[in-house]
């Protein structure tokens, strides 16, 4: 390959690169100056090895990034300075970097090697050393060798200890060790004087390490993010630190010692319990920046006027209601936060801050802002949201350099004239206020680029707008508007329009004015029409008409070609046009929650297609590659969603594994198919129902008046016409509910079986068929045993809340020639024959080989079958390896056969009489000496119980079947009741929480305690059992009874209290502790988890704040309301009481805070920074760091969020920003 060729490639290949990595304190950025001369090269998404190969030709190179190819003859590069590469895929250091001669800066990431070579002493001018992400590497003494290293960063590696050799490495003046596991340090670490960086952040540290304290050249000190209660005193004898983060620890007290630390100036001090700071803070004279957010300071000290120096002061999410009028003595202070406070004024000294540039007082208690506001002339940005202002002072206008300027969430009726004197103003937001117009004078605001006057009271579209000549983005949702007209000419540079929940009609013709809009938000509206005029906005890529009255697919919108992402979810359409097709550039389709039934086969092409919750029987052959079951879809999700849709075709249990499995079901039909012909009825309700004595009149035509209760499962069935019909029995006593899920499923009928007891549930039952059986059918038998039952129902209701029941049929199963019965038969009969019912896989085309293999097992004698019996039989059938899994699920689901994978032993018994299963957990769960041993099942006699030696009872129960059971298949059942979480397991043996004690342990009650609970519209029995199982290695003390368990962290220093109240339907969970929010969201997650498979279908638990007060009582809050309210902008909240008494107003922000576990608020922050990143006229590439951190630490505070990581919420917000970009160019 020609060189110069090469290089010039390479130039072009790297240029695409916009940014450099830091490596450690030194930052190395190398450009590329010339195509001739290449200095240097990032190619870390380069994996074309025959390339990167050639890279050693470039005898100029001093610096290069790599991904996880290493170039052969590297060692080549003589001139190569810095080398930084992703360890990810490399099993061992590659040896030959150590032979580059000039090497002084090696960076690694995401090692999967352990030691590093001997060799690597040969790296002798080697001075920097960057070891990230890298949980396998170990610090061995060919590392701590390396004398000649004075930048040393080992961070995010998992690391609980340092070696003590580190001494070794006396020349270390760059120390980074955060976002590791360490609790302490060697002493040997006192040996590295020449430390002036040292980052300890993010490990778990309850002290400051005093080994430390002789390092008196510290300049830079970061202990954030560990679990430090005092503030360490030796800090005050490093003299010389210019820099130190202490963020995210628990202290309460700041020490008059901080004053002594003068040559300081950056000051982190967030997120602690600080109530107080001390007067010597007056003695940092060097200080520029100051963060002191989310503390609990009720005041500021005077000498807080001190601080000339100052430049940037954060003090969000305090309990401020003053500030002292020294804080106008700052006269360099260019950042003020101060929002989430509780301050009633502003003191007219801030007036003197003339060097202001942003200036966040929002979240307080303002009526008014002084005169003197008008003084702050380099002012750029004012927030002054979610206050009580109803008006602002005259002197704004002399803001001539306000650009961005937020009144959220106020009292405005009115706008000041003077407000359009601000000529540089290009953002102004006016959200939720009370504006019912806008002022003529505000056209004055020529350089007006954004305009956001969301809920407020316009009714009409204020004719102002329409002059900002230079308006970019324009939101005016929530209002009352009924048109939008506009006149040709006007806002032509429009690119945002949100319109979204008013009152409007139409997308009416003159839209076509508006020819640079490249996104418009029109949801909640009545709109049914759009003009075709549309066509004119070349430049149109997202258009949201959710939430309208759209009954067919808008046919104008396929002429507006340069559309990526259309959202029309929740409209009336019925189909989609094939000449959607004619959208090349479309990328994202929203169809959710409308009527369509057809979808065309050439979409394809399109990224992302949301069409849950529509009428879809049948998907196209072209599109199985992209089908997905997936309730929620965001958009980084690819592929065409149908969850929730009445798909025949294909099975919706070969959905749900995939395209590799629909390939293998398509490809098995086209040997040849049958249809299924088998239908599975199965019988629940409570015992003595009537279940036993229906299910024979149907099948055998029989009837007892003494039939017995049925204590387990009774399978029977019937032949009518060309349908085999199964009737599965159930036995209703509360004790057999837990084991109902291995049986129920979709795919069927149900007959719930009511007999018009007092203490009946027949919404229970409802949902737990709605829970198991999705929206299976349902005929509800009301089996009137005596003519003086009454059936306290309303037949209309209970359709109404479960519209898949089909009928309510009476009959009396007692009176030997009653006729419900025959019409409950003659009904069920006729919906079999004549229902094209999704739910039933009647139809179903099934490969005929398979039809083979089905039908010999429905005529096999054994109980079950082992891997290789069933495999043989396979061969046997030419069924190929690749189908065979396929087969079985399909087996498993009509109920043919019973396979339960993700166990080695549970997944060798392919079951052909679940029958077999049932009644060995029957006779388990009603064992008596499992009873007597308050349910605890010992290995050793289970074969006692399962053979009948046990109980010789059971031998008189006719459907308990004679079956007996080896000690592998013993082994089968108790592994089967671990995997489905009836049980654990305690020193060999087997604890089942359904047959714990109801008595509830005497223990210490817990104190300061987080309470939540969960109140359930239907509480399925197995709630509290699995929530013991899961949680089991936290049970204290063998405190557990039948509803309740208490528990202890293994984790965290914290107990946990869990209680089930039936009869409330509540579940309650108190948790108490130093980690109680950590704790609380390990148990929430467990019990969501649990969750999950009985609420997809049917509403799920309220999640409830319990506060207790000594003199009030306040009812429960619920979870979602709060978080409702917050996104409102509503930060108090009074709690109505359950005693009639007066509550108090409470934080709303505190009150989630108590119980939103780090990820939520993680995930929260992130959302909120990019929604409000997104919204600036920037291009989210040119975003800078420093903004992006201003607007994480401002929201933290305004979101009351406590701790955070700043580096990595930077970084995951920046690497989304980055993937925007991407997907946008």
């Not at 800066?105 to 070891?131: G, M, R, V, W």
């Not at 995210?248 to 001090?269: C, W």
């Not at 259309?566 to 990328?587: A, M, P, Q, W, Y």
């Not at 306040?1114 to 909240?1133: H, N, R, V």
Request: include cysteine; aromatic fraction near 8%; charged fraction near 25%.
């Amino acid at each position: 390959m020609d060189i110069n060729i090469l290089k010039s490639n390479l130039f072009e290949i790297a240029t695409e690169v916009t940014t450099y990595k830091q490596l450690g304190y030194k930052s190395n950025s190398y450009c590329l100056d010339d195509k001739k001369d290449i200095i240097g090269l990032n190619l870390i998404n380069m994996q074309e090895q025959n390339i990167l190969d050639y890279i050693t030709l470039i005898d100029t190179l001093e610096s290069l990034y790599l991904g996880t190819s290493i170039p052969k003859g590297i060692k080549n590069l003589k001139n190569l300075e810095l080398l930084d590469i992703n360890c990810e895929y490399l099993k061992e250091f590659p040896l030959e970097i150590t032979e580059i001669p000039n090497l002084n800066s090696l960076a690694l990431e995401k090692c999967e090697f352990s030691d590093f070579p001997p060799e690597i002493e040969n790296l002798t001018k080697l001075t920097t050393l960057s070891i990230t992400y890298s949980n396998s590497v170990k610090l061995n003494d060919n590392i701590l060798s390396l004398k000649n290293l004075n930048n040393l960063t080992i961070s995010h590696n998992n690391i609980t200890t340092l070696p003590k050799e580190i001494k070794n490495l006396s020349n270390l003046n760059f120390l980074d060790i955060s976002n590791n596991n360490l609790s302490s340090f060697p002493v040997e670490i006192e040996n590295l004087l020449n430390l002036n960086f040292l980052d300890i952040s993010n490990n778990n540290l309850s002290s400051f390490p005093v080994e430390i304290k002789n390092h008196l050249n510290l300049n830079t000190l970061h202990i954030s993010s560990n679990a430090i209660t005092k503030f360490p005193s030796i800090i005050s004898h490093f003299k010389n630190l210019n820099r130190l983060e202490i963020s995210n620890n628990n202290i309460s007290i700041l020490p008059t010692e901080i004053g002594n630390l003068e040559k300081l100036t950056f000051l982190n001090f967030d997120n602690n319990n600080i109530s107080n700071l001390p007067t010597e803070i007056g003695n940092l004279l060097n200080l520029q920046y100051l963060y002191l957010s989310n503390n609990k300071l009720s005041h500021l000290p005077t000498e807080i006027g001190n601080l000339l120096n100052l430049k940037s002061f954060f003090i969000s999410n305090n309990k401020l209601s003053s500030l002292p009028i020294e804080i106008g003595n700052l006269l360099n202070l260019e950042s003020f936060y101060i929002s989430n406070n509780n301050l009633t004024n502003l003191v007219s000294e801030t007036g003197n801050l003339e060097k202001l540039d942003s200036l966040d007082i929002s979240h307080n208690n303002l009526s008014t802002l002084p005169a003197e506001i008008g003084n702050l002339s380099e002012l750029n940005m004012l927030d002054l949201s979610n206050n009580n202002i109803v008006s602002l002072p005259a002197e704004i206008r002399y803001l001539h350099k306000l650009r961005i300027l937020t009144i959220n969430s106020n009292k405005l009726s009115n706008l000041p004239q003077e407000i359009s004197k601000i000529s540089m103003l290009n953002t102004l937001q006016l959200n939720n206020n009370e504006l019912r117009e806008l002022i003529p004078e505000l056209t004055n605001l020529k350089k007006l680029t954004t305009l956001e006057i969301n809920e407020n009271q316009f009714t009409i579209f204020p004719s102002e707008i329409f002059q900002f000549e230079q308006l970019d983005r324009l939101e005016i949702s929530k209002n009352q508007l009924t048109t939008f007209n506009i006149e040709k000419g006007q806002l032509p540079n429009l690119s945002f329009l949100n319109i979204s929940e008013n009152k409007l009609a139409e997308i009416p013709k003159e839209i076509e004015y508006l020819t640079k809009l490249q996104y418009l938000y029109a949801n909640n509206n009545q709109i049914d029409a759009i003009s075709s005029e549309i066509k004119s906005l070349k430049k149109l890529a997202l258009i949201e008409l959710r939430h309208n009255e759209f009954i067919k697919f808008p046919e104008e919108l396929l002429k507006v070609t340069s559309l990526k992402s259309i959202f029309l979810g929740f409209n009336h359409l019925t189909e989609i046009s094939r000449d959607i097709v004619l959208l090349k550039n479309l990328r994202a389709l929203d169809l959710e929650h409308n009527y369509i039934s057809f979808i065309p086969d050439n979409i394809d092409y399109i990224n992302v297609i949301d069409l849950n919750n529509n009428k879809l029987k049948e998907i196209p052959s072209t599109l199985f590659n992209k089908i997905k079951l997936k309730e929620e879809v965001t958009e980084q999700d690819e592929g065409i969603f149908v969850f929730n849709n009445p798909i025949i075709f294909p099975p919706l249990e070969f959905i749900e594994k995939g395209g590799d499995t629909l390939h293998t079901y398509i490809e098995a039909l086209e040997e040849g198919s049958e249809e299924l012909k088998e239908v599975k009825i199965i019988f629940i309700g409570e015992g003595s129902a009537g279940k036993t004595s229906i299910i024979n009149r149907i099948t055998k035509n029989i009837f007892n008046i003494d039939e017995p209760k049925t204590h387990g499962i009774r399978i029977n069935q019937k032949i009518d016409k060309d349908k085999t019909i199964y009737f599965w029995d159930f036995g209703g006593q509360d004790i057999m509910h837990s084991t109902h899920q291995f049986f129920l499923s979709k795919r069927c009928v149900y007959v719930l079986v009511l007999d018009g007891r007092k203490d009946e549930k027949p919404k229970y039952w409802l949902d737990m068929i709605k829970s198991f059986g999705g929206d299976s059918p349902i005929f509800v038998a009301l089996n009137k045993k005596e003519d003086s039952n009454v059936f306290d129902i309303s037949q209309k209701d209970l359709h109404k809340q479960y519209p898949s029941i089909v009928n309510f049929i009476e009959l009396n199963c007692l009176k030997e020639n009653e006729q419900g019965t025959k019409k409950l038969e003659k009904e069920l009969f006729n919906f079999i024959h004549t229902s094209n019912n999704e739910h039933l896989s009647l139809g179903t085309p099934i490969p005929t080989k398979w039809v083979k293999i089905k039908d010999t097992l429905l005529g096999s004698k054994e109980n079950h079958q082992e891997y290789n019996m069933f495999d043989n039989l396979c061969t046997k059938y030419n069924i190929p390896q690749s189908h065979r899994k396929e087969l079985i699920s399909l087996l498993h689901e009509l109920g043919i056969m019973l396979h339960f994978e993700g166990d080695l032993i549970l997944e060798n018994y392919y079951i052909l009489k679940p029958k077999w299963v049932l009644d060995a957990a029957y006779k388990i769960i009603n064992s008596p000496t499992i009873k007597l041993n308050k349910g605890e099942l010992n290995e050793s006699n289970i074969l006692d119980i399962l053979n009948f030696n046990d109980f010789k009872e059971f031998k008189k129960y006719p459907e308990l079947e004679n079956y007996t059971y080896n000690r592998l298949e013993g082994k089968f059942i108790i592994t089967l009741f671990k995997v489905f979480k009836l049980g654990f397991m305690i020193d060999n043996k087997m604890l089942l929480p359904d047959l714990l004690s109801g008595d509830y342990h005497d223990y210490a009650p817990l104190n300061d305690y987080i309470y939540v609970i969960y109140q359930y519209v239907f509480m399925p029995a197995s709630i509290m059992p699995q929530i013991i199982v899961n949680l089991n290695e936290d049970i204290l003390n063998d405190i557990v009874w039948k509803q309740g368990v208490l528990l202890e962290s293994k984790i965290f220093n914290c107990k946990a209290e869990i209680k089930a109240d039936k009869e409330r339907k509540t579940l309650h969970v108190k948790v108490s502790g130093d980690d109680k929010k950590e704790y609380l969201a390990i148990i929430r997650n467990t019990i969501e988890k649990i969750h999950k498979p009985f609420f997809d279908t049917i509403e799920a638990p309220n999640m409830l704040l319990k506060i207790e007060e000594k003199n009030t009582e306040p009812k429960p809050i619920s979870y979602l309301y709060l978080k409702q309210l917050e996104k409102a902008g509503i930060l108090k909240f009074t709690p109505e009481s359950a005693n009639n008494s007066i509550c108090k107003e409470y934080d709303i922000r505190e009150l989630l805070g108590s119980v939103r576990s780090k990820e939520e608020e993680e995930f929260l922050l992130i959302q909120t920074v990019l929604q409000e990143l997104l919204k600036l006229n920037e291009k989210v590439e040119k975003i800078e760091k420093k903004t992006i951190e201003e607007k994480i630490l401002t929201l933290k505070a305004n979101l009351g969020i406590a701790e955070i990581n700043l580096e990595s919420l930077y970084n995951k917000i920046n690497d989304t920003l980055m993937r925007i970009h991407i997907k946008h160019l």
